[in-house]
């Protein structure tokens, strides 16, 4: 039985599509295990959701015409039972269980056997795998094992085919909904919007490409020759950057070999010759990358067989150039909510601006780079929306409530009347923040708080001057970096940190040393790791690689002459030798300028609290710096030993778990009795909940995307630090998050601020 499990494992996920699997599935199972039946139920989302419903998807025994028209509500019959139970049901004689119901039409009353098993994703139950049988009979506990272990492999399959819209044509498509439709996710940016969909499909993965006959190939042809002549150029460029950095002749090798393939008559040809058969050109580039690609694959030695992946990698760079040229000439709507599966920044670019007002992603986090982004842009953003058919969403006009993460699709009648209440509310929300601009960031008995921004370009500074920022806490130094295809030399990045130090001339301009590695890397500087969050990154590298860390530093104090306003903050700092080395490297660099006739201050020097080891030993490091920032982000995550971007455990991921509130009250307090300023620069400083506690610490600088910051001063305006005292006294007394939570709602509803927090006023 292990051997036939394997082989239908094996087939399954060789299956072209989901209809195949599920069809091979009924098939190989009904032979395996010698029953009659094996039938596939999958769980339907509709609104409202206790219409949710067990479509019947695939069978082998049954009425196969009654596949995809039968639905078995959850409160109906065994599959239900099983459903709703989220375990399985093994029964000897069906019709005898209170649960049974007779389905007409479908040819299951002669069944007595019956095993049904939940298939689960994550948690949540998408369907059912049963199997039938005529005579009466128990199934074994091998026979458990073998479909409980099916249903597993099936799980992943069945939630990836609902996220691509693969099944929407066996549900009711978004097209013909007569009512809304829900689907649901992670809180990503706050806000509620109206928008029309614009679906991405995942535009770096050449096995998404679906087929299409063009009805003119010449000019199919044509554009996909501009892309690969594009590709060549960008090759070209690269290698000439690479030279004039004298890096690694090998990696000018590489690309001469790309360079040459794009010009081998064999490649070119290939995908010639399929588009002129009438093939569109996506397409074509994915059979003929498939085909080059299994040439290099098959070979006996290991170093060609490798050359597969550079194949793929080549594939890959020319769809995105023809995603990009096709983007381009689409007619975009007005109001745009931007849909995908695994949406990026570089997504983000291609939409205008002024256009784009919701963001809604299959994958990632409300602690996702897209989803601090998208509150750095202050466009409402729901994530992990794992319920997503985003092929059929494209061009309806759909809604996102960011503050639930939710994306409502197609609202009709009084529900849609009372979500344009809401936004019209979220409307005059923000425009009454505008008014918070030019005041302080004050309590009800006086107590003051600094309030920075957060930046990562000289493009972010503009907004940040529009709502009333008093300095810039966290300059993510990284981000210039990683837009270019070399490090930027001293000259360059004393420029772009002048820039940032002259606009807030007179203020405090916090620039970090460069932070990459973990979920950050650099194209031009692979770091391959098994685990980067706990690896080769931030301070760690650059302390490897002094001579990145010099001319970084050297570019900040150069960019400080004669406006004195810089401070240097060190992350990751996870020891004491850590930080005494970097700080003689600060001064070294300072040295080596005043040798050279310059006249620059002393900056301020700071280090980020992200690491738990810093955590325990602050009094010793709080000594040896001016001020401290604490990086929420990162501490919860080490605290909690969760990946906020792996999406199996983000929903445990949590800046109010009480651990991690007593690891930032330690830091605070041992700092405030050594005389040194706090600031906090992570999520949590911009999340109306957290303010309140930080402003119960004596927090002295919060620093946070320009979007939040007329939030979080509304939060502090409303409330006595004496009133914070109490609340965060009450939450460290908490064990759960979930109790953290629900006290601070009810605190904030109470003051007027459940606007901050959710839809409506």
């Not at 009904?30 to 609104?47: G, H, I, N, Q, W």
């Not at 199919?220 to 002549?229: D, R, T």
């Not at 010759?273 to 006996?300: I, K, P």
């Not at 001293?490 to 040393?513: C, H, M, N, P, S």
Request: a negative charge; one cysteine or more; glycine letters at 8%.
């Amino acid at each position: 039985m292990l051997d036939e499990l394997r082989r239908i494992v094996t087939e399954v996920a060789q299956s072209a599509d989901l209809r195949t699997a599920l069809d091979l599935i009924a098939r190989r199972v009904r032979d395996a295990l010698k029953v009659d039946v094996c039938s596939v139920y999958v769980l339907t989302r509709p609104v409202p959701p206790q219409e949710a419903g067990l479509l019947l998807q695939a069978t082998e025994g049954l009425n196969q015409s009654m596949i995809g028209r039968v639905t078995l509500a959850l409160n109906e019959g065994l599959v239900g039972l099983v459903a709703r139970r989220a375990e399985l049901v093994n029964l000897e004689n069906a019709p005898d269980h209170p649960a049974f119901k007779f389905v007409s039409d479908i040819g299951e009353e002669f069944y007595h056997g019956f095993l049904g098993v939940p298939i689960i994703y994550r948690g949540d139950v998408l369907g059912v795998l049963v199997v039938q049988s005529l005579e009466r009979r128990r199934f074994s506990a091998d026979q458990e094992s073998f479909l409980v272990t099916l249903a597993s492999q099936l799980a992943s399959g069945i939630r990836q085919a609902q996220v691509s819209g693969e099944l929407s044509q066996h549900e009711t498509p978004a097209s013909d909904l007569g009512a809304a439709v829900i689907a649901r996710g992670l809180p990503g940016s706050p806000g509620v919007v109206f928008g029309t969909a614009v679906s991405v499909l995942n535009s770096v993965d050449l096995e998404s490409v679906a087929d299409r006959v063009v009805e003119d190939p010449a000019n199919e042809w044509q554009v996909l020759l501009s892309a690969i002549e594009a590709v060549r150029a960008e090759f070209a460029q690269l290698k000439d950057d690479f030279a004039r950095a004298a890096r690694n002749a090998d990696e000018n090798i590489l690309f001469d070999a790309f360079i040459m393939m794009l010009g081998s008559g064999s490649f070119i040809g290939s995908m010639e010759s399929r588009v002129h058969a009438g093939m569109s050109a996506s397409a074509a580039l994915r059979d003929t990358v498939r085909e080059h690609a299994a040439v290099f694959e098959n070979m006996s030695d290991a170093y060609l067989r490798e050359r597969a992946q550079d194949v793929r990698d080549l594939g890959t760079r020319i769809l995105v150039k023809l995603r990009a040229r096709t983007h381009d000439a689409r007619d975009l709507p007005e109001r745009i909510v931007l849909i995908g599966r695994d949406l990026s920044a570089s997504h983000l670019a291609e939409i205008p601006t002024n256009r784009l007002v919701g963001i809604v992603s299959s994958s990632g986090t409300g602690s996702s780079h897209l989803a601090i982004l998208a509150r750095a842009l202050g466009i409402p953003a729901a994530m992990g929306v794992s319920d997503l058919p985003i092929v059929s969403l494209n061009d309806q006009e759909v809604v996102v409530d960011g503050y639930r993460g939710l994306l409502i699709v197609r609202p009709v009648g009084s529900f849609r009347q009372e979500l344009s209440r809401l936004v019209q509310e979220e409307a005059q929300l923000t425009a009454g923040l505008k008014a918070l601009c030019d005041l302080p960031a004050q309590s009800l008995d006086g107590r003051r708080i600094g309030m920075y921004v957060n930046i990562g370009l000289l493009a972010d500074m503009a907004p940040s001057m529009t709502v009333g920022a008093e300095g810039i806490g966290l300059y993510r130094t990284e981000i210039p970096f990683q837009i270019r295809k070399q490090f930027p030399g001293e000259e360059d990045q004393a420029a772009i940190y002048r820039e940032a130090l002259e606009t807030f001339r007179g203020k405090e301009v916090v620039l970090r040393t460069l932070d990459v590695g973990g979920d950050k890397p650099l194209s031009y500087f692979p770091i391959k790791e098994d685990n980067p969050f706990l690896g080769w990154r931030g301070i760690r590298l650059v302390l490897d690689h002094p001579e990145i860390f010099l001319t970084q530093i050297r570019a900040m104090l150069r960019a400080s002459i004669g406006l004195d306003n810089l401070s240097i903050l060190l992350p990751m700092i996870g020891s004491v030798e850590e930080l005494e080395t970097a700080k003689e490297y600060i001064f070294q660099a300072l040295n080596e300028l005043r040798e050279e006739g310059q006249v620059i201050s002393t900056p301020r020097i700071g280090v980020m609290i992200e690491v738990p080891s810093a955590v325990y030993q602050i009094e010793i490091i709080a000594a040896m710096v001016d001020f401290l920032s604490i990086g929420t982000n990162d501490l919860t995550q080490y605290i909690l030993a969760i990946d906020r971007n792996n999406e199996r455990v983000a929903a445990r991921y949590d800046a109010l778990h009480p651990a991690v509130l007593r690891a930032i009250v330690e830091v605070v307090d041992a700092s405030h009795l050594l005389g040194r300023e706090v600031t906090v620069c992570g999520e949590l400083a911009g999340d109306p909940m957290g303010a309140v506690l930080l402003l119960g610490m004596g927090i002295d600088v919060l620093s946070m995307s320009a979007g939040s910051l007329p939030r979080i001063k509304w939060v502090i305006q409303s409330f006595k630090q004496s009133d914070a005292r109490q609340l965060l006294t009450a939450a460290l007394e908490c064990s759960r998050p979930t109790q953290i939570r629900a006290m601070l709602s009810q605190a904030l509803e109470e003051r007027g601020l459940g606007g901050l927090i959710r839809a409506g006023s």
